[in-house]
């Protein structure tokens, strides 16, 4: 029997079997999203749900980011774990604001040495796809920070997913390092790429019209960049340097808009540190030379994304103030996501030459019934970015160029993007701070 396949077969176990070696007091960690295995973390759960678990353990903590799907480990039921959100999906939000998790501040470039610096990793928990004849398995859809956890794990657990696409560009684990494994056949999770209505529509032209051929790429996921991957497809010879490999981009490099041939680095490659979306997503990494998953210490590097001429960071908002001030993470004190990388691609594009930075999003919330654009964030609210780096502002009314302005030239700029039924309170409010005459 080949060599791998038996080393292979001496550590394959269920997940059950598994959960049973978590032991009290570790620090454990999982990467993003897809990387996230449902089945060990499910047996992990059920097994902490057991009264008595919490006789026989201190707190475990589990460190991830972004979980897609429901997860057993997040029942309000479970004892003795704590959750840890570096940036959260819809359960590790509910834990937060269920008194049940807790936050880790920071922005996801700084992930990989935060945990190399001030974090110990007593285990390391992934899905993964199935192994080569090499004995190496692939991360698939996540380098992230992979290979710090990796390198620190002291024990390293994998799901086995044949459905995980293999991504020769990215992070691979040999069995040699594998401490256990289990397998679990199941589809990922997929996000239908969003249909954008006729604000999103707006917005995506407004963007698209400020993109000259052979501009580099980051956008994130949702109406508004679809919208704007809809109205680049007769542009020339574009890139891809993102945080996240979206449907849009896929579209966009089928269709020939991608070349990445302008781009000074990665000289025609597509890079991503993470990639989530749809079926068509996954299919186009698998085995896919042209695609490069690297560390997001690395990808989402301002340094890195400055050396690209051109480069266009596209992001949301769920509200802005006059001063420009960008809050994307919390709705008041409740918690909603984190800082994510908002800030390094708004930073690295401001420093690029040519680059520019759109902030994005509808001028209204709540059905019509509350405007994004506000004289001062919610109080609790958190800044994800700057007064200072942000650049541009776009709504279905337009778009405000911020960077360069006063806060007087700033706010008459927003407010004329704002949803006009809030312009005269926005007015108004200025007015009464002292900012407008």
């Given at each position: 029997m080949d060599r791998h396949k038996s080393l292979y077969?001496?550590?394959?176990?269920?997940?059950?079997?598994?959960?049973?070696?978590?032991?009290?007091?570790w620090n454990c960690f999982t990467d993003i999203a897809a990387a996230v295995p449902v089945a060990i973390m499910d047996a992990i759960g059920e097994r902490a749900s057991d009264p008595a678990w919490m006789s026989r353990t201190s707190e475990v903590?589990?460190?991830?980011?972004?979980?897609?799907?429901?997860?057993?480990?997040?029942?309000?039921?479970?004892?003795?774990i704590l959750p840890v959100t570096w940036f959260s999906g819809a359960g590790l939000r509910k834990a937060v604001n269920e008194s049940r998790g807790d936050v880790m501040p920071c922005y996801y470039r700084d992930?990989?040495?935060?945990?190399?610096?001030?974090?110990?990793?007593?285990?390391?928990?992934?899905c993964v796809s199935p192994m080569d004849k090499h004995g190496?398995?692939?991360?698939?859809?996540?380098?992230?920070?992979?290979?710090?956890?990796?390198?620190?794990?002291?024990?390293?657990?994998?799901?086995?997913?044949?459905?995980?696409?293999?991504?020769?560009?990215g992070p691979q684990i040999h069995i040699s390092q594998v401490t256990a494994l289990c397998e679990n056949s199941r589809a990922l999770p997929v996000l239908p790429a969003a249909k954008p209505d006729e604000v999103s529509t707006a917005i995506g032209n407004y963007i698209a019209e400020e993109i000259p051929d052979g501009a580099v790429l980051q956008l994130g996921i949702g109406s508004v960049p679809e919208a704007v991957g809809n109205a680049l497809t007769g542009k020339k010879d574009l890139g891809i340097h993102t945080e996240l490999l979206t449907d849009s981009m896929v579209r966009l490099i089928e269709c020939g808009a991608v070349t990445n041939e302008r781009k000074p680095i990665h000289r025609g490659k597509t890079v991503a540190t993470l990639a989530f979306g749809s079926q068509r997503i996954y299919d186009y990494i698998d085995d896919n030379p042209s695609v490069l998953m690297l560390p997001v210490d690395y990808v989402n590097n301002p340094e890195v994304i400055s050396k690209m001429p051109d480069f266009i960071s596209v992001n949301?908002?769920?509200?802005?103030?006059?001063?420009?001030?960008?809050?994307?993470?919390?709705?008041?004190?409740?918690?909603?996501s984190g800082s994510g990388g908002q800030a390094d691609y708004v930073r690295g594009a401001v420093l690029s030459p040519g680059g520019k930075s759109f902030i994005a999003f509808p001028s209204t919330a709540k059905n019509g019934t509350v405007s994004r654009i506000v004289s001062t964030l919610s109080t609790g609210a958190l800044v994800t970015t700057s007064k200072n780096d942000?650049?541009?502002?776009?709504?279905?009314?337009?778009?405000?160029?911020?960077?360069?302005?006063?806060?007087?030239?700033?706010?008459?700029?927003?407010?004329?993007?704002?949803?006009?039924?809030?312009?005269?309170?926005?007015?108004?409010?200025?007015?009464?701070?002292g900012i407008l005459l």
């Open positions: 077969l001496q550590k394959q176990m269920t997940a059950q079997e598994i959960a049973e070696q978590v032991q009290p007091g903590r589990w460190n991830a980011m972004l979980d897609l799907e429901p997860l057993k480990v997040l029942d309000r039921s479970v004892n003795g992930v990989p040495g935060l945990i190399r610096e001030h974090q110990r990793v007593e285990a390391v928990f992934a190496f398995f692939s991360t698939g859809c996540s380098a992230s920070y992979s290979e710090v956890i990796l390198e620190k794990a002291e024990k390293i657990y994998l799901e086995v997913n044949d459905r995980m696409p293999r991504a020769p560009g949301a908002a769920l509200e802005v103030d006059f001063f420009g001030q960008v809050c994307a993470e919390s709705m008041g004190i409740r918690h909603i942000v650049d541009y502002i776009v709504t279905e009314y337009g778009i405000a160029r911020l960077r360069g302005k006063t806060l007087r030239e700033r706010t008459q700029a927003l407010i004329a993007v704002a949803h006009p039924k809030f312009r005269e309170q926005l007015t108004f409010d200025a007015k009464a701070r």
